[in-house]
């Protein structure tokens, strides 16, 4: 979801911004208009993440799947190996790129116990020699979320925060880089954030495509070529709406309840159930099966008529799964929990 109000918003402007005459989708880059709106962007960004000043914050194409090769191609610095946690799916494909041009090393994987928790950070092999560490804080498929931040020394941490930035505070000195694709909570596909420490910029390795080269970005503004602009304009506006809602700790609060009356609601049921421990249940994606599966497409049917959309478990495990980002409001949680309760006493066999 994206916030009503921007979108409302973005409405308003859309043929004719701010008395330009120019609809954001019709401006030059690097004309005063849009140039405007993209520092504005940046700034509440900034601010919204306190993010330090020794960080360069970059808005690119590619989605978080070129992270997945921008990550190692710039920060091995003619290491040969780099350390990754396997917590599911996203991590899976984050390490299968990184293996074609390192040996990685798997610190910890959930894989034994089906990805249902997070190996305790006792039981990590972490490799001093590792160019980086990198971990997926939210697994937006298996719904596993980090509600720490792991410790790695001298050795940088990369996060793919795709389906988890902008949810709660996070303390962004202790990362080397931050990644994530707009498209879960921050706006329109497209666009995908970089925050990147100063001293892990430049130096990537021979034959790094110019547009792979974070440093081509960080000199430019992200300019060096045409930035995805209407996606840039209206991540901006979201960044705005977060800010008069009252900030990162603001989301927070109003995230831990959605979570909490949704994970509340599964577990005292004999008719849905969710798989993951609770100390790393996500707060933005929970997926739930019904104890009989049969019914499944019976729900998705029924939830539909109901007006509760896109509940459909990822096509690689099935069942249900009930994305929450900062956007949903807590009335839309408890929809799909009158639904659920409403689903139940009609099919639950007594
Ligand atoms: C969606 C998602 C991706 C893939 O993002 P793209 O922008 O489509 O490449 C990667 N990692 C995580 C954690 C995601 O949720």
Not at 152 to 160: C, H, K, R
Request: charged share 20%; glycine share 8%; aromatic share 10%.
């Amino acid at each position: 979801m994206l916030p009503v109000e921007v979108l409302e918003q973005a409405a308003t402007e859309m043929t004719d911004w701010h008395s330009s005459g120019m609809s954001v989708m019709e401006m030059s880059h690097r004309g005063k208009e849009f140039v405007s709106i993209a520092e504005k962007a940046e700034a509440d960004l900034r601010e919204i993440m306190a993010v330090p000043l020794n960080y360069k914050v970059l808005f690119l194409q590619g989605g978080a799947s070129s992270q997945f090769a921008m990550a190692p191609m710039n920060l091995l610095k003619g290491k040969n190996s780099a350390d990754y946690i396997n917590t599911g799916q996203w991590s899976k494909k984050a390490i299968a790129e990184a293996k074609r041009y390192c040996n990685v090393n798997i610190a910890a994987t959930g894989e034994p116990g089906n990805f249902t928790s997070i190996p305790p950070g006792s039981e990590w092999k972490l490799n001093s020699g590792a160019a980086y560490v990198h971990y997926t804080p939210n697994e937006t498929i298996g719904g596993v979320e980090f509600h720490f931040i792991p410790e790695t020394g001298e050795v940088p941490l990369i996060a793919d925060m795709s389906s988890t930035i902008l949810s709660r505070p996070v303390d962004v000195s202790k990362f080397g880089l931050i990644y994530a694709g707009a498209q879960k909570n921050i706006g329109p596909a497209g666009l995908t954030i970089v925050i990147i420490r100063d001293d892990l910029i430049g130096e990537p390795i021979p034959g790094t495509p110019v547009m792979f080269n974070y440093k081509t970005h960080a000199d430019n503004g992200s300019m060096y070529n045409t930035p995805p602009t209407y996606a840039w304009y209206i991540a901006g506006l979201v960044f705005d709406w977060i800010k008069r809602r009252g900030g990162l700790e603001a989301m927070a609060a109003v995230n831990n309840r959605k979570a909490g009356t949704l994970y509340d609601f599964i577990d005292k049921s004999d008719f849905y159930k969710n798989p993951v421990a609770p100390e790393c249940r996500s707060w933005m994606n929970v997926p739930f099966t019904l104890l009989n599966p049969e019914l499944d497409g019976k729900f998705l049917e029924e939830s539909k008529k109901a007006g509760l959309v896109a509940l459909k478990g990822h096509r690689s495990v099935g069942g249900m799964r009930a994305s929450i980002y900062n956007a949903m409001p807590e009335t839309g949680v408890d929809a799909l929990i009158a639904f659920m309760q409403e689903f139940r006493k009609k099919n639950v066999k007594l």
